[in-house]
Each structure stands twice: as structure tokens, then as C-alpha cells.
């Protein structure tokens, strides 16, 4: 079953009259037309029987059906009010709209104000529910498109080991792992890349800056590439010159800690359950109150997606589900290590998407 | 006097209770805190006579302080209600809400609903537009930083020139341009740098590829920065090799039509206006049909803003409002040019803040 068909099969069960995608991630999701159209109108409705529609800016036209819609697709001009033009291609389809659901996190109150002035006393249900339960369990086109993104970023992490020297700034090594990956044809990093070296490395949020990297120092890469429109996620910590013995006592423990919870990782499983895994083996070396953030997220057409990995999601794993397994130490001031892979559950346990080593790499 | 009284001003005029900004570019506006906080709440709150308050994550207190906000700062923990907090916060000032204006622009239903929920019967009010208009007019050191950041849009321009060579690819080409700006501190280009040649810049929304540039090409560059917050945006089209003659004609005819525009700039033109000045040059040389695009934008937080220079927009002119002037002409599958300068309203005239050459650079 396609995603349009599951939309409307949810639409039918809920007795729910149509729903209005405008997120641009599930306007990917459900029509493979992956578009940022700013403030300009994007979006597919969905109704139980009749055929669903794309809107989008006129010149894009060309462009959605390129990206494989086939249903029909209404253009819009910066001259028109597209939220006219939505109502009326609504209303050619027979049907009389009492209800709509719609993506209330993503949907702005001057577009609500707008559905509410033009369909009259309207029933929303909100529909980011759905739209999430149905993105998070991946297909195996996803997977592999899944896996592609993970290599892409292990190669990343490859190129950035073998560019560090005395000296050479932050931004230097981020710079030539994304003329890296752009001569592999990756145009653009899921977020921005971040190289953080000794100290800094200690700080959960820190930015790629001007600092010379330095013998002793521990080297943090996070970054990540998007793919055929989904995205991967990666950290590797790593030593330039030999690690002292309290950078490889971190080290050691993040390293045991993020292995405990991959290993873990099967159907039925509950997230909280992971994050409590990977938790006990930094807590039971004392460095519990240093590991300050979950330990991971949901990770596909958004490089944050469901489902988060928290103490407190109950939410159990399923076959299909893919996140980034991301344990922590940050001893302020001092040393700071990191390891993420992105793992998918499988019907009996977990694959591991990214490959790079996990052992200490000492440059 | 500031943005925060600017908008305490408009609140006391406008008998409304308080504003509260959600939209990043406008928080930055009035904050001096530059943050995406992507799903998770960042808002400023400003009331008639009370202290404003800025809500944020937790971890992002430390950057707005150091971004310059001196008011009170209002962390959320993932864990915690952050529309929660925000009510309560806003009940500690004292002063009842019976009405709150909003940008209904960027305010999603979700927190809409929430804010219904929390603070009651409560009118909303639209606050895009007067935002917008504060926005509009710059201030001088406004002016100052879309300078710096022109002349870093020039300095790319030059670059590129520069890397062009038989058989580089488009994509070549950006990465060029991209490393160079890295060098000099630049960490985003205010949207994708593009890079288009031969006929591919005859489509004025053509894609960086994989095409090799040629002897004989037109090629497109359409680029800009991210300086302090602010954008640049600049459009040269230059010769790799002598240009035939139907290139030579159209690239005057825009050089033209663009030169016209620019000295047509002063307080009380219309951007309407504006525009035709431009569309009038080139449909006099048999081209209207070809520029097929308005005639520029606002520019300066945002690439895209107030005010927008199209054939219907009646609004005049101001000393401090910064737009682009970037007409185009593209005769499908064979010849395409832009020129786009960044320009500022004086009180008598026109400042032009790119400054790269538009005399038909031939490499």
C-alpha cells in the first residue's frame, strides 16, 4: 500500500473528509517531490475516494512531476491567492469537507484563519500523529537509501582524520571534508558540520571556529549528508598524538557505553529502556552527571525525527525504525568525547548503518 | 530608540497587551540572539510598561546573553511544558492579557491552540506587518554590516571568474568560490550558490550540475552571504571566450535595463514603478517576453523581505530600505542573463553596495 492509499484508509477508519499535507518533508514523504517553497503555498490533499491533488508554485510544476507525481498537480502565481485556488480544486471533487486534517505543528494561523474563512465551520483533527507513526517505520527503499547517506558519512569521517595536522584550523577540516563529499555529489550536509578540538570538544553545542588543532588533543566530528532526500548522522571522537589517561578513561566508557546500547537494540524494546542501557555504564564510572542529553533521535527525510530516544519514551522499537545511538561525556574545561552511529532495527536485532572503527583512533 | 520600544510604542498605541515574536529573523531583530530553534519555542515577549522577557532552550541561555540580550532570559528543559512556562512568565509581570499580537505568519496552530488554552479568551492580533514595516527601513549600522557583506558577495564574484577554465564543472566552480569565502570567515551563504552555463542559464531556476564549462558559454554566478546576520545577494553573467552576437545583444539590453532601474532609485518612486522602468527598457528591444521575473527584493536579515519590487506593489520608496535590482532575460535553450545589485535608499538618491564591474566581463 502506497502512502497516499494509507492516508486514505486512515481517512475512512477516522471518518475524516480529507487531510492537508504542507510540511515539506511529507509532501516528500507521500508524493516524492522534496521542495522548500518559503512562504509560497506547497501541499497534497488527501480524500477518502477522490483522487488527491499537488499544489505547489507554478514554475515548480515541471519540477514535481519530474520527481515522479503522477496525480494531478495545480499551479499557483505570486499573483494569485493560492489558498482561493486550494478550496476551489477541493471542491471539484464532489465532495463537501466537514473535517480536514491537517499538520497542526506545522500549519501557520494566517493559512488556518484562511481554511476556516474559506470551507466555513470546518472540524480540524490533527494530523502529525499519523504522518509520524507512518515515517517511522522505514521501508526497505528508505534502508537503502539509509545506508547509502551512512557510508557518505563515514567517508566524511575518513577524509577529516586524514586532513588533520599541527595546526590546521576547525574550519579547515570542515571545509575539505565538504569539498569531499561534494566531489562525490553530496550538495548539501544534513546540518552544519562541526569539528570541535580540545577543550571545546567539552561542550555539547559548541561551533567549528578558528582554533588550531593541536597535539593532545581529542578531535569531535558531528555531521551528516543528505542523500536522495534523507539524511545521515554521525560522531566520531578521535586523538591527534597520544591520549592521555583521562581522555581514553572517557573514551573507554563512551565507547562501552554506546556498544551496550546497540547491542541492545531488538523488537519490544522501549527507548527508554536503550537510553537507560547506555546510562548505567557512564553513571556506574561516575560520569554519570556528564552525559547531559538523550541518547538519541529518530533520524530520515528530517535529520530529528521519531522516535526520540529518552528515559521517559516508553515507546517500543519496532523492525524499521531507524535513530542515531549517541552517548556523551563532557567534563567542562577538560575532554570531551562522542561516538554516534545510526542503527536500524531488524526483525531479530539491530544492522549499524555507519561503519567507521569505534576503537580510539590515534592520528 | 530600540526595537523593544519601537514595539512597546505600537502596543500603548494600538491598546494591546503584549507582543510575543516567534519568528527567528524577527527575534534576531529585536534580541541581537540569532538561534534556529527548530521545533523547540524561542520567543521574545514585550508588553506596554513591563520588562520583556526572552524564552529559549535551557542550553542556548550562555549564546543569548553573549548575543547581547540584557533583558531577562527564560530557559525550557526538553522535559518541561515550555508554553507553560511562557504563561506563567508573562502572569509575573502583572498585567492581565486580554489581547496578544502575533505573527500569523510563522505561528504554527499547535501553539496557537496552546496559547488559547493557557491564557483564555484572548483577541489575537496580526503583528507581521508592523514588524515587517520596522524591518523595511534600516538603520546605519544595518547599512553598514549589508556593506561588508556586498563586498563579500563582490570578492566571490571574482573568485569565480577567476577558477573558470575549459572543462571545470558548475560545481567546481561554487566549491571555488565556497572555499575562498570559508577563508575569509564566511560559515553560510544566505541560499545555494549557483553556478549555471551555456544554455542551463537560460532557465531562471536552473541547478548547479555536473556541466562543463565551454569556450563560447555565458556563464550565470547567483550568490551571496551570510554576514553578521545579514545577506547579500549578487547575479553576474559574464563571457568564457568572445561572445557571439545574440549574447552580446542581450547582455545589453539587461545592462541596461538594470543601469536604469538603479538610477531610477530615490524616496518616493514606486516600486511598481521601479519595476517598469526596467520591463520598459527591455521590451523595447523585442524582450519583454523573456524577463519573466519580478524585479527584486527587500534584503537584510532575511534574503527574501520587505519590500518586493513588483509590477502591483504601489508602496514608495524610502531612504533605508535595501532591495535587490536583478532584471533577467532568458531565451529558452539558448541565451541567459542576469545582473543583480544590492542597493540602499538615500535621502536624495541611491547607494549601489555591490560594486563588481557590469560591463561584460570577458574571460
Redesign the interface.
Known sequence: MNKIEQLQTYLREQSIDAAFITNPDNVFYVSSFKSNP??RLLGVMVFQEAAPFLICPQ?EIPDAKNAGWAGEIVGHA??QNAMEILHQTALSRGTEIKSLA?E???????R??ALISLFGAIQ?V?L?DKVNAMRVVKDEAELEILREAAALADYAIEVGCKSIKEGITE?EV??EIE?AL??RGV??MSF?TTVLSGSKAAS??GK?GDRKIQKGDLVLFDLGVVHKGYCSDITRTVAFGEPNEEQKAVYDVVMRAEQAAVDAVKPGVTAAALDQTARLVIENEGYGEFFTH?LGHGLGISV?EFPSL?G?NELKLEAGMVFTIEPGVYVPGKVGVRIEDDVAVTADGVEVLTKFPKTLQIL
Open positions: 518559503h512562504e514554475m505570486d499573483t491537517i497542526k505543528s506545522h500549519m501557520t494561523v494566517d488556518y484563519d480540524f490533527q502529525d574550519i570542515m571545509t569539498l561534494k566531489k550538495t548539501h552544519d555539547p553545542h567549528t538523550r530529528h529518552h521517559s
